[in-house]
């Protein structure tokens, strides 16, 4: 893989996503409805270490769920 700013294949992959609020943080992802509640599948990031370019961000896992959007 190659990061498309800068060229470099300096990559580091699947990388953790979280979010921080105060002392804690969260593991952030996409949301999905299941039955009974919705739940968040995590998400991940490949990062250019010559850049900081963050080259693709993805989840792991199945992508066929009753995603959740908000509808306008
Ligand atoms: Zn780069």
Same mark, same amino acid.
């Given at each position: 893989?190659?990061?498309?700013? +800068?060229?470099? /294949?300096?990559? &580091?992959? !699947?990388?953790?996503?979280? *979010? ?10 996409? &949301?999905?409805?299941?039955?009974? *509640?919705? %739940?968040? *599948? %995590?998400?991940?990031?490949?990062? +250019?270490?010559? +850049? !900081? /370019? ?6 792991? !896992? %199945? ?10």
């Amino acid at each position: 893989m190659k990061c498309p700013n +800068c060229g470099s /294949e300096n990559i &580091e992959q !699947g990388i953790s996503t979280v *979010s921080e609020a105060g002392f804690v943080i969260y593991r952030t992802g996409l &949301e999905y409805n299941t039955r009974f *509640s919705s %739940k968040v *599948s %995590k998400t991940y990031s490949d990062l +250019c270490l010559d +850049c !900081g /370019e963050i080259v693709r961000t993805y989840i792991k !896992g %199945k992508t066929d769920r009753n995603w959740c959007k908000d509808e306008k």
